[in-house]
Each structure stands twice: as C-alpha cells, then as structure tokens.
C-alpha cells in the first residue's frame, strides 16, 4: 500500500494518488498530517507537492514538525521507499532526510512549465524503468526550486552516485536555459546514500497520460511500484 501524506496546503495529494490508484492500479491511502503513524501495510510514503503550512517560514521548514514526520523517518531509517516531489522534495530536505535545501528561483520568478532531465542513474528504487542517460519529460511548478549544497559536498554527492536527476536540453545535454531555476550541477533529483530516499522538482504524477502531460512520470512511479512488488520493507507497528 501507497501512504501519500497531506499537508496543511498540499495541492497535489489526489493528483499522486490518481497516478498510484487509478494508472497504476496499486492500493493507496491519504494520510492526514497529525496522524501519528502509517499504515501498517505501507510500503511506500509519497511527500507531494504544493505550498505546506502556506510556505510560510521556510518551504517544507514547518511540515517537517508534523506529527507525521517522525514516522516516516523511522520508515526511512528502517529502509522503507520515500519519495518526495516539488514540496515534498523541500521537505525533506528540511528534515534532514536528503542533503542540500531549496532555495529561491534564480531569477526570483514562480516557473510553471515543462523541462528535461537526464537519469543519471538506474541503480535506485525510483529509476530502474529508466535508461541511463534517457532524456524524460516533466512538468514543473515552483518558486524555490534551486537545490544547494557547497560545492565540496556536490563533489561528494557525485561521487557516491546521490545525483539521479539533472536538468538538460531536448537532447540530453546542459544547455543555457535547460536549468530553469538556477540548481546548483543543474540537479533535479537526488537521493540519500541509502538509495530509499528520492527527491525531485519536477512533477512525475502530472505525466501519467498521454492527453495530459505524456507518460514519462511512469518511469519514476512505475519504477517505484516495480520496488514495491519486489519486496521493499512495510511501516513499522
């Protein structure tokens, strides 16, 4: 079972549960943010996108107190498959489950529109339907979009294989204008050196079909269902 939590502002909750319910045809569950423990059967936790507690602070600086959170880290902890997109991405950042923070667009602009990444790596949960060096389709949406870390731990991150996501043109290469809000290594997704953990701007459940959006999400979705399947760990009791 899919837990796609909700926030206080989250915007894109059914969206996430339309493309795990409805496209891919696995059980899913909203759950509501101040409860405090997931599902039993939970094999999956999905942070969505949208503007939690309104932004206010720091994005994702106020979810990460939500009475949900620390279950979800013990989730994590114990190996279980967390993915994090747009808001959630920021979330978890801020609760120190991923490296780096999202900061403001470079050009302080709210950007709405599609993009190219380029996987750079398959050997995770999340992108094992994917080609290494495939260029996907995807949409976005935000005003703090800019991933951060130092450059010595962006070194580090390279690495240990944590960059999985990076923008790029049409045919796969950095170009001016493929990095549409100023990410540092032009990174779109990461994830932690565990591999259970997946961040990413871009918004997979919003390219689940081919009349809206097309169908490269389900690479990312469709490969964390494929994990799923496979065996990954349940919420802890």
Known sequence: ??????????????D???????????????????TSALPPDTRAVLLPGGFSYGDYLRCGAMARFSPIMAPVRRFADA??????????????????????????????????????VRVERTDTPFTSRARTGE????????GEGAYYVRPDELEKLEAAGQI???????SGRAAPGANPNGSVGDVAGVCNARRNVFGLMPHPEHAVETAIGGLDGL???????????????????
């Open 1 to 14: 079972m899919f837990a796609v939590v909700q926030f206080p502002g989250s915007l894109d909750d059914r």
């Open 16 to 34: 996430m549960r339309f493309a795990i319910k409805s496209v891919l045809g696995a059980p899913c569950e909203l759950v509501w943010h101040k």
């Open 79 to 116: 190996g279980g498959l967390v993915l994090g997109t747009c808001n959630g991405f920021q979330v978890l950042c801020e609760a120190g489950l991923l490296p780096g923070a999202l900061l403001r667009n470079q050009d302080l602009h709210y950007v709405c529109d599609f993009v190219h």
């Open 135 to 142: 260029v996907l389709r995807l949409p976005i949406k935000h």
């Open 164 to 170: 999985v996501l990076r923008y790029c043109d049409a």
């Open 219 to 237: 690479r990312i979705l469709g490969s964390l269902l494929d994990a799923v399947k496979a065996g990954a760990p349940r919420a802890l009791a």
